[in-house]
T-cell receptor
């Protein structure tokens, strides 16, 4: 069983469209995240949720909206897609989001905006 | 805020040679530190972590790292590189208030035969 799974793995879409990426974890973790990895492989935290409550909302355009229907799911919805949104988006989870607890990552969603 | 700096964006070694990937942290209080590996087109996988139990930490695939408070470092090493070690390596630490892992800029390891 995959611990952190996200779908789709690849997403190609046109500018201006709205798209969603889904993430589910079966580890029983309280904290979930979305990270963005750019073309230079730099990983930047976008959002962090703890028990469905938003903890971190980094300087991300408000076209990005996370939604956590329950503790095991954290979806990412993106409105009015722009060329600069092209990147790999990673979902992750951790038991507490602090201390010595590592984060577990999904396989990533490669978003290409054309 | 806590942060990590990875020195060297690209490291090239020959198969069988020593691998040394550098990571320095910025914190007055020794933090918990992590090394992750990312193989092409895959997610991140934990290699090892420092939790203050021991300064020399052994991880998967023959990697280890030594925490040195005097040098604020947590360098990753492997005695003998293998072709399969070619990947992107990230050092990480929890940010302020321990809310999310903050990653270094990564080091690409290339291994030649």
């Amino acid at each position: 069983d995959t611990a952190v799974s996200q779908t789709p793995k690849y997403l190609v879409t046109q500018m201006g469209n709205d798209k969603s990426i889904k993430c589910e974890q079966n580890l029983g973790h309280d904290t979930m995240y979305w990270y963005k990895q750019d073309s230079k492989k730099f990983l930047k935290i976008m959002f962090s949720y703890n028990n469905k409550e938003l903890i971190i909302n980094e300087t991300v355009p408000n076209r990005f909206s996370p939604k956590s229907p329950d503790k095991a799911h954290l979806n990412l919805h993106i409105n009015s897609l722009e060329l600069g949104d092209s990147a790999v988006y990673f979902c992750a989870s951790s038991p507490r989001g602090e201390g010595s607890t590592e984060a577990f990552f999904g396989q990533g969603t490669r978003l290409t905006v054309v | 805020a806590q942060s990590v700096t990875q020195l060297g964006s690209h490291v090239s070694v020959s198969e069988g040679a020593l691998v040394l990937l550098r990571c320095n942290y910025s914190s007055s209080v020794p933090p918990y530190l992590f090394w992750y590996v990312q193989y092409p087109n895959q997610g991140l996988q934990l290699l090892l972590k420092y939790t203050s139990a021991a300064t020399l930490v052994k991880g998967i695939n023959g990697f280890e790292a030594e925490f040195k408070k005097s040098e604020t470092s947590f360098h990753l090493t492997k005695p003998s590189a293998h072709m399969s070690d070619a990947a992107e390596y990230f050092c990480a630490v929890y940010g302020q208030a321990g809310t999310a892992l903050i990653f270094g800029k990564g080091t690409t390891l290339s291994v030649s035969s």
